[in-house]
Protein backbone atom coordinates (compact mmCIF):
# COMPACT_ATOMS: atom_id res chain seq x y z
CA UNK A 1 0.00 0.00 0.00
CA UNK A 2 2.76 2.18 0.98
CA UNK A 3 4.31 2.56 -2.35
CA UNK A 4 1.24 2.71 -4.24
CA UNK A 5 0.58 5.97 -1.87
CA UNK A 6 3.58 7.37 -2.60
CA UNK A 7 3.25 7.54 -6.67
CA UNK A 8 0.08 9.68 -5.54
CA UNK A 9 2.44 12.34 -4.32
CA UNK A 10 5.17 11.57 -7.15
CA UNK A 11 2.30 12.86 -9.64
CA UNK A 12 1.18 15.82 -7.70
CA UNK A 13 4.45 17.42 -8.21
CA UNK A 14 6.90 18.03 -10.96
CA UNK A 15 9.74 17.96 -8.85
CA UNK A 16 8.53 14.62 -7.28
CA UNK A 17 9.86 12.04 -9.57
CA UNK A 18 12.95 11.83 -11.72
CA UNK A 19 11.06 11.00 -15.35
CA UNK A 20 8.55 14.18 -14.25
CA UNK A 21 11.14 16.80 -15.67
CA UNK A 22 11.63 14.70 -18.48
CA UNK A 23 8.06 14.87 -19.02
CA UNK A 24 8.33 18.67 -18.93
CA UNK A 25 11.36 18.88 -21.73
CA UNK A 26 9.11 16.82 -23.92
CA UNK A 27 6.04 18.49 -23.45
CA UNK A 28 8.35 21.68 -24.34
CA UNK A 29 9.85 20.20 -27.29
CA UNK A 30 6.07 19.81 -28.91
CA UNK A 31 4.98 23.62 -27.92
CA UNK A 32 3.42 22.78 -24.34
CA UNK A 33 5.22 24.61 -21.26
CA UNK A 34 4.76 22.96 -17.96
CA UNK A 35 5.58 24.89 -14.90
CA UNK A 36 5.59 23.54 -11.37
CA UNK A 37 2.50 25.82 -10.18
CA UNK A 38 0.49 24.78 -13.51
CA UNK A 39 1.43 20.90 -12.82
CA UNK A 40 0.62 21.09 -8.78
CA UNK A 41 -2.34 22.89 -9.55
CA UNK A 42 -4.02 20.55 -11.98
CA UNK A 43 -2.84 17.77 -9.74
CA UNK A 44 -3.79 19.24 -6.72
CA UNK A 45 -7.90 18.16 -6.91
CA UNK A 46 -7.79 14.37 -8.10
CA UNK A 47 -4.28 13.96 -6.14
CA UNK A 48 -6.34 14.84 -2.62
CA UNK A 49 -8.87 12.81 -3.34
CA UNK A 50 -6.97 9.39 -4.71
CA UNK A 51 -5.42 9.95 -1.15
CA UNK A 52 -8.41 9.62 0.39
CA UNK A 53 -9.85 7.32 -1.76
CA UNK A 54 -6.97 4.90 -2.38
CA UNK A 55 -5.45 3.93 1.54
CA UNK A 56 -9.32 3.61 2.60
CA UNK A 57 -9.91 0.93 -0.69
CA UNK A 58 -6.53 -0.65 -0.44
CA UNK A 59 -7.40 -1.51 3.60
CA UNK A 60 -10.70 -2.81 2.90
CA UNK A 61 -9.30 -5.27 -0.34
CA UNK A 62 -5.98 -6.30 1.30
CA UNK A 63 -6.42 -5.58 5.38
CA UNK A 64 -3.51 -5.28 7.91
CA UNK A 65 -2.24 -7.95 10.07
CA UNK A 66 -1.86 -5.57 12.74
CA UNK A 67 -4.73 -3.18 13.24
CA UNK A 68 -3.73 -0.82 16.45
CA UNK A 69 -0.30 0.17 17.95
CA UNK A 70 -1.12 2.54 20.71
CA UNK A 71 3.22 2.07 21.73
CA UNK A 72 3.59 4.24 18.82
CA UNK A 73 3.33 8.08 19.95
CA UNK A 74 5.32 7.40 23.55
CA UNK A 75 8.20 5.88 21.15
CA UNK A 76 7.86 8.72 18.93
CA UNK A 77 8.28 11.09 21.61
CA UNK A 78 10.80 9.25 23.60
CA UNK A 79 13.14 9.12 20.19
CA UNK A 80 12.40 12.85 19.48
CA UNK A 81 13.94 13.57 22.98
CA UNK A 82 16.78 11.72 22.30
CA UNK A 83 17.35 13.40 19.03
CA UNK A 84 17.66 16.85 21.51
CA UNK A 85 16.53 20.30 20.13
CA UNK A 86 17.51 21.19 16.61
CA UNK A 87 21.60 21.76 15.15
CA UNK A 88 22.63 24.96 13.32
CA UNK A 89 22.63 22.52 10.19
CA UNK A 90 19.36 21.07 10.45
CA UNK A 91 17.90 24.64 10.99
CA UNK A 92 19.71 25.55 8.09
CA UNK A 93 18.59 22.48 5.99
CA UNK A 94 14.75 23.60 6.83
CA UNK A 95 15.28 26.65 5.42
CA UNK A 96 17.18 25.97 2.57
CA UNK A 97 13.78 23.48 1.70
CA UNK A 98 11.04 26.02 2.08
CA UNK A 99 13.39 28.44 0.11
CA UNK A 100 13.52 25.64 -2.62
CA UNK A 101 9.66 24.72 -2.53
CA UNK A 102 9.53 28.52 -3.13
CA UNK A 103 11.88 28.49 -5.45
CA UNK A 104 9.64 25.59 -7.95
CA UNK A 105 6.67 27.09 -7.51
CA UNK A 106 7.04 30.87 -8.23
CA UNK A 107 10.68 31.02 -9.73
CA UNK A 108 9.80 30.63 -13.36
CA UNK A 109 7.31 32.95 -13.19
CA UNK A 110 9.06 35.45 -11.01
CA UNK A 111 12.67 35.13 -12.01
CA UNK A 112 12.61 33.16 -14.94
CA UNK A 113 14.78 30.24 -13.01
CA UNK A 114 13.71 26.65 -14.12
CA UNK A 115 13.44 23.84 -12.00
CA UNK A 116 17.34 22.33 -12.43
CA UNK A 117 18.92 25.92 -11.69
CA UNK A 118 16.62 26.24 -8.50
CA UNK A 119 17.70 22.98 -7.62
CA UNK A 120 21.71 23.95 -8.14
CA UNK A 121 21.15 27.16 -5.74
CA UNK A 122 19.72 24.62 -3.37
CA UNK A 123 22.76 22.35 -3.40
CA UNK A 124 25.39 25.37 -3.88
CA UNK A 125 23.32 27.23 -0.40
CA UNK A 126 23.89 23.65 1.45
CA UNK A 127 27.89 23.56 0.55
CA UNK A 128 28.33 26.92 0.97
CA UNK A 129 26.88 26.52 4.54
CA UNK A 130 28.74 23.50 5.52
CA UNK A 131 25.36 21.34 5.97
CA UNK A 132 26.50 19.63 2.90
CA UNK A 133 29.97 18.28 1.85
CA UNK A 134 31.72 17.39 -1.50
CA UNK A 135 32.38 14.40 0.02
CA UNK A 136 28.44 13.25 1.18
CA UNK A 137 28.02 14.00 -2.69
CA UNK A 138 29.94 11.98 -4.36
CA UNK A 139 28.88 9.40 -1.98
CA UNK A 140 25.25 9.30 -3.05
CA UNK A 141 25.94 6.86 -5.51
CA UNK A 142 22.49 6.21 -6.56
CA UNK A 143 22.14 9.87 -7.29
CA UNK A 144 24.68 10.04 -9.82
CA UNK A 145 23.67 6.90 -11.42
CA UNK A 146 20.39 8.10 -12.19
CA UNK A 147 21.64 11.32 -13.41
CA UNK A 148 23.87 9.30 -15.75
CA UNK A 149 21.18 6.92 -16.91
CA UNK A 150 18.60 9.82 -16.89
CA UNK A 151 21.08 12.00 -19.41
CA UNK A 152 20.98 8.76 -21.82
CA UNK A 153 17.15 8.51 -21.93
CA UNK A 154 16.93 12.06 -22.74
CA UNK A 155 19.64 11.81 -25.66
CA UNK A 156 17.67 8.68 -26.70
CA UNK A 157 14.41 10.04 -27.20
CA UNK A 158 15.93 13.19 -29.04
CA UNK A 159 17.40 10.05 -31.29
CA UNK A 160 13.94 8.84 -32.09
CA UNK A 161 12.54 11.89 -32.75
CA UNK A 162 14.96 13.48 -34.98
CA UNK A 163 15.28 10.18 -36.92
CA UNK A 164 11.48 9.79 -37.11
CA UNK A 165 10.64 7.27 -34.89
CA UNK A 166 8.56 9.47 -32.68
CA UNK A 167 6.36 10.22 -35.58
CA UNK A 168 5.88 6.88 -37.41
CA UNK A 169 4.28 5.70 -33.78
CA UNK A 170 2.02 9.07 -33.68
CA UNK A 171 0.97 8.68 -36.76
CA UNK A 172 0.24 4.43 -36.61
CA UNK A 173 -1.47 5.41 -33.00
CA UNK A 174 -3.93 8.01 -34.60
CA UNK A 175 -4.89 5.72 -37.47
CA UNK A 176 -5.64 3.35 -34.81
CA UNK A 177 -7.95 6.01 -33.23
CA UNK A 178 -9.51 8.25 -36.09
CA UNK A 179 -12.95 8.53 -36.64
CA UNK A 180 -13.74 8.39 -33.01
CA UNK A 181 -13.83 12.10 -31.04
CA UNK A 182 -11.05 13.68 -29.19
CA UNK A 183 -12.26 12.44 -25.80
CA UNK A 184 -12.64 8.88 -26.57
CA UNK A 185 -9.65 8.63 -28.56
CA UNK A 186 -7.32 10.43 -25.15
CA UNK A 187 -9.26 7.93 -23.57
CA UNK A 188 -7.62 5.15 -25.52
CA UNK A 189 -4.35 6.12 -25.68
CA UNK A 190 -4.07 7.18 -22.08
CA UNK A 191 -5.29 3.51 -21.25
CA UNK A 192 -3.05 1.89 -23.65
CA UNK A 193 0.18 4.19 -22.48
CA UNK A 194 -0.88 3.21 -18.71
CA UNK A 195 -1.32 -0.54 -19.48
CA UNK A 196 1.81 -0.74 -21.49
CA UNK A 197 3.69 -0.57 -18.48
CA UNK A 198 3.50 -4.03 -18.14
CA UNK A 199 5.99 -4.18 -20.46
CA UNK A 200 8.71 -1.67 -18.55
CA UNK A 201 10.80 -1.97 -15.44
CA UNK A 202 10.77 2.12 -15.02
CA UNK A 203 8.86 5.07 -15.11
CA UNK A 204 11.91 7.05 -16.68
CA UNK A 205 12.25 4.17 -19.40
CA UNK A 206 8.66 4.09 -20.91
CA UNK A 207 8.53 8.12 -20.06
CA UNK A 208 11.63 8.36 -22.72
CA UNK A 209 10.15 5.65 -25.26
CA UNK A 210 6.71 6.55 -25.31
CA UNK A 211 5.58 9.90 -23.85
CA UNK A 212 6.65 12.11 -26.97
CA UNK A 213 4.30 9.75 -29.56
CA UNK A 214 1.53 9.28 -27.15
CA UNK A 215 1.68 13.19 -26.78
CA UNK A 216 1.69 13.99 -30.61
CA UNK A 217 -1.06 11.32 -31.04
CA UNK A 218 -2.88 12.74 -28.23
CA UNK A 219 -2.91 16.19 -29.54
CA UNK A 220 -3.32 15.32 -33.54
CA UNK A 221 -6.57 13.71 -32.63
CA UNK A 222 -7.97 17.09 -31.22
CA UNK A 223 -7.05 16.71 -27.49
CA UNK A 224 -5.91 19.91 -26.05
CA UNK A 225 -2.14 19.60 -25.83
CA UNK A 226 -1.89 21.50 -21.98
CA UNK A 227 -4.82 18.63 -21.09
CA UNK A 228 -2.98 16.10 -22.88
CA UNK A 229 0.54 16.98 -21.30
CA UNK A 230 -1.04 17.23 -18.02
CA UNK A 231 -2.55 13.93 -18.08
CA UNK A 232 0.09 11.81 -19.50
CA UNK A 233 2.84 13.19 -17.26
CA UNK A 234 0.62 11.91 -14.31
CA UNK A 235 0.10 8.83 -15.60
CA UNK A 236 3.64 8.30 -15.81
CA UNK A 237 4.21 8.76 -12.66
CA UNK A 238 1.24 6.82 -11.36
CA UNK A 239 1.83 3.21 -13.43
CA UNK A 240 4.44 2.83 -10.89
CA UNK A 241 2.86 0.40 -8.77
CA UNK A 242 1.14 -2.12 -11.36
CA UNK A 243 3.87 -4.80 -11.07
CA UNK A 244 6.84 -5.79 -8.60
CA UNK A 245 9.25 -4.01 -11.53
CA UNK A 246 7.07 -1.23 -12.44
CA UNK A 247 9.67 0.99 -10.61
CA UNK A 248 13.55 1.01 -8.86
CA UNK A 249 11.62 1.96 -5.53
CA UNK A 250 9.23 -1.62 -6.33
CA UNK A 251 11.12 -4.40 -6.00
CA UNK A 252 13.16 -3.29 -2.95
CA UNK A 253 9.13 -2.92 -1.08
CA UNK A 254 8.49 -6.18 -2.80
CA UNK A 255 11.87 -7.89 -1.72
CA UNK A 256 10.54 -7.05 2.17
CA UNK A 257 7.91 -10.37 1.68
CA UNK A 258 4.75 -8.67 2.83
CA UNK A 259 3.08 -9.51 -0.04
CA UNK A 260 2.91 -12.44 -1.99
CA UNK A 261 3.19 -11.78 -6.20
CA UNK A 262 -0.17 -12.21 -6.91
CA UNK A 263 -1.48 -10.09 -4.02
CA UNK A 264 1.06 -7.30 -5.45
CA UNK A 265 -0.34 -7.78 -8.87
CA UNK A 266 -3.95 -7.72 -8.01
CA UNK A 267 -3.76 -4.82 -5.73
CA UNK A 268 -1.86 -2.85 -8.22
CA UNK A 269 -4.41 -3.53 -10.54
CA UNK A 270 -6.67 -2.71 -8.43
CA UNK A 271 -4.86 0.72 -7.68
CA UNK A 272 -4.62 1.27 -11.43
CA UNK A 273 -8.24 0.98 -12.50
CA UNK A 274 -9.07 3.40 -9.11
CA UNK A 275 -6.26 6.08 -10.38
CA UNK A 276 -7.46 6.10 -13.68
CA UNK A 277 -11.18 6.76 -12.42
CA UNK A 278 -10.03 9.35 -10.07
CA UNK A 279 -7.55 11.16 -12.39
CA UNK A 280 -9.20 11.23 -15.41
CA UNK A 281 -13.02 11.59 -14.10
CA UNK A 282 -12.68 14.39 -11.18
CA UNK A 283 -9.35 15.20 -13.02
CA UNK A 284 -11.06 15.96 -16.30
CA UNK A 285 -13.66 18.10 -14.45
CA UNK A 286 -11.05 19.88 -12.73
CA UNK A 287 -8.95 20.50 -16.27
CA UNK A 288 -12.01 21.89 -17.26
CA UNK A 289 -12.69 24.02 -14.50
CA UNK A 290 -9.15 25.53 -14.69
CA UNK A 291 -10.08 26.18 -18.72
CA UNK A 292 -7.33 23.82 -19.90
CA UNK A 293 -9.64 22.09 -22.43
Not at 65 to 90: C, F, I, K, N
Not at 225 to 242: I, N, Q
Amino acid sequence: MGRRIALLSSAMFLTAMAANPLVQKLAADQGTHLTWTSWALAASVPGLVALLVLPALLYCVFPPTVRRTPQAPDQARAELAELGPMSRRERTLAVVFVLLLLLWSVGDQAWGLSAVASALTGVSLLLATGVLTWGDLVAEKEAWTTLVWFSVLVMMAGQLQELGVTDWFSRTITHTVSGLGWQPAFLVLTLVYFFSHYLFATNTAQVAAMYAPFLTAAVATGAPPVTAALVLGFVSSLYGGLTHYASGPAPVHFGAGYATLPEWWRTGLLAAVANIAIWMGIGGVWLKLLGHW
